[in-house]
């Protein structure tokens, strides 16, 4: 049972809405991820976080913004939502130490822009 | 040329077969590696986990690291088809897995 939670997990929409997709992890990791995947493309990091108030964006150019306020919480949101946003949004978290931490996934948003 | 190649698939195998899944990379620089799980419309869960060259055994699973050929590799012995699902390679030059590089994935079925 994952112990990282993504919200909705299927989110269909029409251009120009503005989104939000929620992501909360109970596990106290400092450290947190949103990842794009596309079908028979790897993963692309799009953002992560150190802890509160602390943001990057990834390798993957993104038109979306992320917010940490609360270290349990790392929503993505998409201003206005136009098609080529259509993909899933996998969200991710580790523990911030000096050893190595792999990375603990939620199942994933899978967005479609219409 | 990408960073990290993993042949796609399908790979298709009988119960109880030993299954050979692989990814090459290029990047000398790399010291983590790990292989991730994907069931469909679920998110990666971690499998195997190795630093450096060497083999690691965890059930039926050994991976393998083979830096001098920038080689690494995800046994699975006795397959059942529960292990179906998309495998996925990833890897790292240090700790901080912002800079994690995935492979795209091999989808394997396993039939009963």
């Known amino acids: 049972e994952a112990d990282i939670y993504q919200t909705p997990r299927y989110l269909v929409i029409g251009t120009g809405k503005k989104i939000t997709l929620e992501c909360s992890q109970t596990?106290?990791?400092?450290?947190m991820y949103w990842y794009q995947q596309d079908p028979g493309m790897e993963l692309h990091l799009i953002h992560y976080?150190?802890?509160?108030?602390?943001?990057e964006k990834g390798d993957l150019s993104s038109e979306s913004t992320v917010s940490r306020i609360r270290t349990e919480h790392f929503p993505l949101t998409l201003e206005s939502a136009r098609p080529s946003h259509t993909s899933q949004y996998l969200c991710a978290s580790s523990v911030r130490t000096g050893g190595v931490s792999p990375l603990h996934f939620g199942n994933g948003t899978r967005l479609t822009v219409t | 040329q990408k960073e990290v190649e993993q042949d796609p698939g399908p790979l298709s195998v009988p119960e109880g077969a030993i299954v050979s899944l692989n990814c090459t990379y290029s990047n000398s620089a790399f010291q983590y590696f790990m292989w991730y799980r994907q069931y469909s419309r679920k998110g990666p869960e971690l499998l195997m986990y190795t630093y450096s060259s060497g083999n690691k055994e965890d059930g039926r699973f050994t991976a393998q690291v083979d830096k001098s050929s920038k080689y690494i590799s995800l046994f699975i012995r006795d397959s059942q088809p529960s292990d179906s699902a998309t495998y996925l390679c990833a890897m790292s030059a240090n700790t901080g897995f912002q800079k994690l590089v995935f492979g795209t994935g091999t989808r394997l079925l396993v039939s009963p």
């Open positions: 596990m106290g990791h400092d450290k």
């Open positions: 976080s150190y802890g509160v108030n602390s943001t």
